[in-house]
C-alpha cells in the first residue's frame, strides 16, 4: 500500500468516527459540567440557578407561545413524572437530563407523555 492509501484509509477512519451517532449521542451534547460543578469527594452540585433558569440559559427559544408551559401546577394529580418542589411544571418535568438513550431526553413518548396530563392528544 502506498502512502496516498493510507492516508485515504485514515481520513475514512476519522470521518466515520464523527459521523456515525454514538450509543447514547446525547451525551455528545450535553456534558456533565454544562449542569453540574463537580465538588471534591462530594459528587455532582447542580449549578447554583433554578432548573428552568439553567436550562433556559442554553435553550431560551423553549419558553413562550408555541412551547409548553412551565411554572405551573396542573389541575388534576399527575403520577410518574416529577414536579418542582412548588408542585409546578418544570422542564425536568417531561425530560430527564440524564436520560442519554432517550431522544429529546424525554422521559416518556407521547403521546403517553401527554396522557399523563392530560385527556387527550
Ligand atoms: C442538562 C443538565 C444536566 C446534565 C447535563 C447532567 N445533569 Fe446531573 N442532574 C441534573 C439535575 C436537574 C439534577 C437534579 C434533579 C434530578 O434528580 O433529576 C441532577 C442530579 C444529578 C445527581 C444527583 C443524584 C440524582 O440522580 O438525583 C448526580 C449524581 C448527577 N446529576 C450526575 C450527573 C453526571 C455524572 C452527569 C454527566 C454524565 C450529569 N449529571 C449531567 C441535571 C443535569
Ligand atoms: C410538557 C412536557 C415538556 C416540558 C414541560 C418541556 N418540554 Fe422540551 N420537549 C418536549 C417534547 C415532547 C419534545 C420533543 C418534541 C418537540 O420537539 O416538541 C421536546 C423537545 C425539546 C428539545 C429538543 C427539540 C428542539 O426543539 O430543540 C429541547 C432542547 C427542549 N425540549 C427543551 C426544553 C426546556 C429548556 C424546557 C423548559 C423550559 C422544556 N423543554 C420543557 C416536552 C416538554
Ligand atoms: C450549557 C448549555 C446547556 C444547558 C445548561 C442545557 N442544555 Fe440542553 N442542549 C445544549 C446543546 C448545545 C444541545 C445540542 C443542540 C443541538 O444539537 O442542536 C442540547 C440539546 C438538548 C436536547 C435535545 C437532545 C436530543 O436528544 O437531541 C434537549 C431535550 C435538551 N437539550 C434539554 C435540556 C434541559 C431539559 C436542560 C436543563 C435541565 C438543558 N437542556 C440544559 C446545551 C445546554
Ligand atoms: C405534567 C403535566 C403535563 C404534561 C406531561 C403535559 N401537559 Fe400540556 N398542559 C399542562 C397544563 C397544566 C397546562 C395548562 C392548562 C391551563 O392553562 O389551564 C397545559 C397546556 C397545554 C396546551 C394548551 C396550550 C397552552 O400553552 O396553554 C397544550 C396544547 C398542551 N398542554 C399540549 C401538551 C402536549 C402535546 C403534551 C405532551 C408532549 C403535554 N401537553 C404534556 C400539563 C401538562
Redesign the pocket.
Known amino acids: 500500500m502506498n502512502v496516498l492509501m493510507n492516508m485515504r484509509i485514515l481520513i475514512m477512519g476519522l470521518a466515520l468516527f464523527f459521523l456515525l451517532p454514538a450509543p447514547g449521542?446525547?451525551a455528545r451534547?450535553?456534558?456533565c459540567s454544562?449542569?453540574h460543578i463537580s465538588h471534591t469527594g462530594k459528587g455532582m452540585l447542580l449549578?447554583n440557578e433554578s432548573?428552568?433558569d439553567?436550562?433556559l440559559?442554553?435553550?431560551p427559544d423553549?419558553k413562550g407561545i408555541g412551547e409548553h408551559k412551565i411554572d405551573i401546577v396542573p389541575s388534576r394529580q399527575v403520577e410518574g413524572l416529577p414536579l418542582g418542589r412548588d408542585g409546578k411544571i418544570t422542564?425536568?418535568t417531561c425530560?430527564d437530563?440524564h436520560l442519554w438513550s432517550?431522544?429529546?431526553?424525554?422521559r416518556i413518548e407521547p403521546p403517553e407523555l401527554c396522557l399523563k396530563c392530560h385527556s387527550q392528544y
Open positions: 449521542y446525547s451534547k450535553h456534558e454544562f449542569c449549578l432548573v428552568n439553567l436550562c440559559g442554553c435553550h423553549k422542564c425536568i425530560h437530563p432517550s431522544l429529546n431526553l424525554l
